[in-house]
């Protein structure tokens, strides 16, 4: 380990805030390329003579691909550091893009032919953006000091959710100029840009980045045992072997927060999957307007999370790590229960409209402080955390698209709102086991 100087003195250099902008910017972009099926949806289900049963599978096989890949891509951030697997990943990310304008249309093939390209390709694009939040969450690990990790947290979360109303609004504009498939090919591009300039800019150990003073990095390593220390002196391929995998899958805490989160995110995949096509097909609004309603949903969901990183943060830093990220979780999850059931049974259309807007700000408070919690579980292994808690929340996600259409088409879409307010219930209940002040490794 190298040996730290004094560096009260002087004033710590930026570059981790900056590491952070290129991650939200990352984090925005994943979502403004991930969710255009989902505002493409009406035009593309008509286009290719598909029905809503079979668009869930479409949208399943999206979080089947994101689901599988999280262990491996928690695992590959660990391993081979932040750097090299972001950069890749968004390359990839322009490329499957691209892969989704090419699916054949009616007059080429049969319906069963269409299903199923556009079921392999959208699985190959949950796949390719599997690894992000794991590798986020290890690169907040390694620039940030510990304490402070919900904000950054909840910043990318905030890019997700920017990068997702930017794309209500956009792609149904760009498919209205322009068709779907030549939309598609024109964001594309969005994932090659990024992935490029992270590789240049970013470093898996602040010590390694040239524009890190001294300063900067005794903040940054502060607060860390001479065995975090030893990992980022280390080369990027730390956490390999089975070992830190079995430790986590192992661990009470870690598997009860991801079951919390997963039923947390239910609700964030009824938002993600369906939230749109019902505006246009329950509620009867243009695809233009719909846009600019999901937009504003979205909108709120970055300003919740960004909140909710802040408040974690200041929390934690009162009463610690075990009741600092179980507040915000609480009371988000709490008042989303009750803005669901107002979107799901109030008779006024513009009133439940306007709970299920609010409902996404409610949704995201909660996503830095389940973010910081399995960092601080995880410790050096915060990746493998990673990956073992994103696997979970997309595991429902194959579980809300298709259960959603079943209890939407058999027992009205009442019935699908609702039951969402049965699983967030549940995830409260089970985040009040959870002991995030015990680390993996103690």
Request: glycine share 10%; net charge neutral; aromatic share 12%.
């Amino acid at each position: 380990m190298k040996t730290m100087i004094n560096s009260s003195l002087a004033r710590p250099s930026s570059v981790r805030w900056r590491i952070l902008a290129i991650l939200v910017m990352m984090s925005f972009i994943s979502y403004f390329l991930r969710t255009n099926l989902s505002f493409a949806g009406p035009q593309m289900m008509g286009d290719l003579g598909l029905t809503e049963i079979q668009w869930g599978y479409v949208l399943a096989a999206f979080t089947a691909g994101y689901t599988v890949l999280q262990f491996p891509g928690g695992l590959l951030g660990d391993r081979f550091g932040p750097r090299r697997v972001l950069a890749a990943i968004a390359v990839l990310w322009a490329v499957m893009t691209v892969a989704t304008s090419l699916v054949p249309g009616q007059d080429a093939s049969s319906v069963a032919v269409i299903l199923g390209a556009l079921v392999v390709v959208r699985f190959l694009v949950g796949a390719t953006h599997a690894p992000i939040f794991p590798v986020v969450n290890a690169s907040v690990v390694r620039w940030f000091p510990p304490g402070n990790w919900a904000l950054p947290l909840g910043l990318t979360s905030t890019g997700l959710t920017l990068g997702g109303a930017t794309a209500a609004i956009v792609v149904p504009l760009l498919i209205s100029h322009y068709g779907w498939r030549t939309a598609f090919v024109l964001i594309a591009p969005l994932g090659l840009v990024i992935g490029v300039f992270w590789w240049w800019y970013a470093r898996d150990n602040p010590r390694d980045h040239p524009a890190v003073n001294e300063a900067e990095a005794e903040l940054i390593l502060d607060g860390r045992d001479d065995r975090q220390l030893d990992s980022l002196e280390e080369s990027p391929e730390i956490g390999q072997g089975p070992s830190p995998w079995l430790q986590v899958l192992k661990n009470r805490d870690v598997m009860l927060l991801t079951v919390s989160y997963a039923f947390m995110n239910f609700v964030f995949y009824f938002v993600f999957n369906w939230f749109f096509i019902y505006l246009v097909e329950v509620r009867g609004f243009s695809a233009t307007d719909a846009g600019f309603v999901a937009s504003a949903q979205w909108i709120a969901g970055s300003i919740g999370a960004t909140l909710g990183g802040w408040w974690c943060d200041r929390l934690c830093r009162r009463f610690g790590m075990r009741w600092g990220v179980r507040w915000p979780i609480i009371i988000g999850m709490g008042i989303s229960i009750l803005l669901l059931l107002v979107g799901a049974l109030h008779p006024n259309a513009f009133v439940a409209v306007t709970a299920m807007v609010l409902l996404f700000f409610f949704n995201q408070l909660c996503e830095g402080p389940y973010w910081a919690a399995s960092v601080a579980i995880g410790g050096r292994h915060a990746g493998a955390a990673g990956g073992v808690l994103n696997t979970g929340a997309n595991a429902m996600g194959i579980v809300n698209g298709l259960l959603v259409p079943w209890l939407a088409l058999g027992f009205g879409w009442n019935v699908a709102i609702g039951s969402a307010a049965v699983f967030t219930l549940i995830g409260i209940g089970l985040m009040l086991l959870v002991r995030a002040d015990r680390p993996v490794e103690q």
